[in-house]
């Protein structure tokens, strides 16, 4: 189907639920994509930039609601690589389910560790609870990130 951009854009959300569900082609990473022009675009970029004009230089485009599929523009904001990092909620390596805590098979207690700048900060010993060493995380990834609203709202 070949029209402008925003045509065409715009005939493959879903815009049924909170999230506006990019129904079209999806990249390996989970990202929408759209062609236009000979080139691929990445359907949250296009969806940023069709309601704020363009992406500032240095700045990538962070999904608030941390659904790589949703091109809703509420949802979606401009931050440093740095800021959408902080604020991902992964808990890669983390077999307690909780960024940033780790189980001391030795003891039988947890370990509080937050990454910031790629360097480890390791928090005040071992912790009794996996609660305790969650409270320690989330604190201190308060004080060291600035673009942490996944922490800040379950604070």
């Given at each position: 189907m070949k029209g402008p951009l925003e045509e065409r854009f715009a005939a493959k959300i879903d815009k049924s639920?909170?999230?506006w569900e990019w129904t079209?082609?999806?990249?390996?990473?989970g990202y929408?994509?759209?062609?236009n022009q000979g080139t691929v675009l990445l359907a949250h970029r296009v969806a940023y930039?069709?309601?704020?004009?363009?992406?500032?230089?240095g700045l990538v485009i962070d999904h608030i609601c941390r659904r790589r599929s949703c091109v809703r523009p509420s949802h979606l904001r401009a931050v440093t690589q740095k800021q959408n990092?902080?604020?991902a909620p992964?808990?890669?390596g983390s077999?307690?389910?909780i960024r940033g805590v780790y189980p001391v098979t030795k003891s039988g207690k947890f370990a509080a560790i937050v990454i910031h700048n790629r360097e480890r900060h390791y928090i005040g010993g071992h912790f009794a609870t996996v609660a305790e060493a969650e409270a320690a995380v989330i604190a201190k990834r308060?004080?060291?990130?600035?673009?942490?609203?996944l922490d800040r709202i379950s604070a």
């Amino acid at each position: 189907m070949k029209g402008p951009l925003e045509e065409r854009f715009a005939a493959k959300i879903d815009k049924s639920g909170e999230c506006w569900e990019w129904t079209a082609s999806i990249n390996g990473a989970g990202y929408g994509q759209i062609g236009n022009q000979g080139t691929v675009l990445l359907a949250h970029r296009v969806a940023y930039e069709l309601e704020n004009g363009p992406i500032p230089d240095g700045l990538v485009i962070d999904h608030i609601c941390r659904r790589r599929s949703c091109v809703r523009p509420s949802h979606l904001r401009a931050v440093t690589q740095k800021q959408n990092a902080e604020n991902a909620p992964s808990v890669t390596g983390s077999t307690t389910g909780i960024r940033g805590v780790y189980p001391v098979t030795k003891s039988g207690k947890f370990a509080a560790i937050v990454i910031h700048n790629r360097e480890r900060h390791y928090i005040g010993g071992h912790f009794a609870t996996v609660a305790e060493a969650e409270a320690a995380v989330i604190a201190k990834r308060n004080e060291l990130h600035t673009c942490n609203e996944l922490d800040r709202i379950s604070a």
